[in-house]
């Protein structure tokens, strides 16, 4: 008799052990779906003055940015992104670089450095991962699919990838971020510098192809330097691991000053499905960088895309180095600005696709859709209710 009663714990034991492996090797993913209308999120240390490392979300309603609550205490997160998808229970992921910090002043400590994922709206905690390699220096991209599956740019000037969770062919997690690798990429005397990579592969022709600011390493004068960075494309393989492409991405303005930069892509599916890219312009003598806004095409032959740098809309002026932001419905880019003397404030461009004629200081070109007059939705609006929060 207690030969059979250990009998049957072993077996529990083992069909326990069992279980959990395979709900380790594969994700439990069918309640999971697409949330398009998902919220507006970002960083916050730019733009505020005492707490940097709080995540803030756009209240769509008021138009104002709020703090993302429930998240613990001594967390502090920057470059920080929503999943596009979320799972049966409404619960969507966070994605960060993250920090702990214990104590202020002099006593303040770090406790760990890396990556850190969430749930959204909860705030539960689902991975602190310290990492041995450079430091995120961009807010991630999710991979396609419903796996916890990010990419971003990181202080060495190369893109990493990483898997909180196993893959529905058995994969597992990662422990350590790991590098992109190239197999084909642009002319020059070194490894390019790769920042800002931005990632829709929903939209048309985008689904295995990276946006990215690219700062090629050329020599002059006996000397390696970076030359100033322009928007590229990526295309990976299937595995999202390997950059087997890459070109330019804005067709250059020949009357674009020398020691122009641009900077921080965004994309979005404009009227009729039609992708367009926001992104910021380095201008030399300028204070600050300007907002520009234009039509993503798809080259018919080589099905590469690309953007008309002399067709781009001016939107803004005296921007700070934060990516602009699309809502949902692709109706509203978000910026911020920083007028001189007074603290960064956010800016709200209504874009309207009806034929209206269009403001010459402002308008550089129009979208093959009709002219697009951006214009402010609102008064500029203080982050929150108070700048000190």
Known sequence: MHGLIRLSFLLFLGASAVAIALSR????????????????????????????????VLDRPTGRWRRIEGLPDEDRLTHVSLSPWRDGRGQAQLVGRWYAKTGDGHDMQIQGVGLARYLYPSGKVLDHVI????????PPCWYPGYRARVLF???DGRLYHHAFEPGTDGSEPDAQPRPLAWRAGP?????????????RPDL?????????????????????????????????????????????LTRPDPREADGSEERLPALAAGPGGQPLLAYLVYLPGQRGLQLRLAALRLDLQSRTPYAEAAETIALANDCIPSAPLFTPDSRTLCCFQMPPDSPPRPLHILLEAAPRAPQPSRVRGTLPFGPVTPQQSRPPLPLCDDWRL
């Not at 439990?28 to 803030?56: F, K, N, R």
């Not at 002319?187 to 990632?199: C, E, I, K, V």
């Not at 690219?214 to 020599?219: G, H, M, Q, T, W």
Request: one cysteine or more; charged letters at 20%.
């Open 204 to 248: 048309p022709g985008l689904d295995q192809v990276v946006i990215v600011s690219l700062s090629p390493l050329e020599a002059a004068s006996g000397r390696l330097k970076y030359a100033e960075s322009r928007l590229w494309w990526l295309r990976l393989d299937r595995s999202g691991t390997v950059i087997e492409a890459a070109g330019r």
């Open 131 to 138: 990492i041995n390699t450079p430091l995120p220096c961009s």
């Open 153 to 155: 740019a990181a202080s």
């Open 187 to 199: 002319q020059g005397a070194g490894r390019p510098f790769l920042a800002d990579p931005t990632w």
């Open 25 to 56: 090797m594969v994700p439990i993913l069918d309640d999971h779906q697409a949330w398009p209308d998902h919220p507006t999120v970002m960083s916050s240390h730019l733009v505020t003055l005492d707490e940097p490392g709080t995540p803030l």
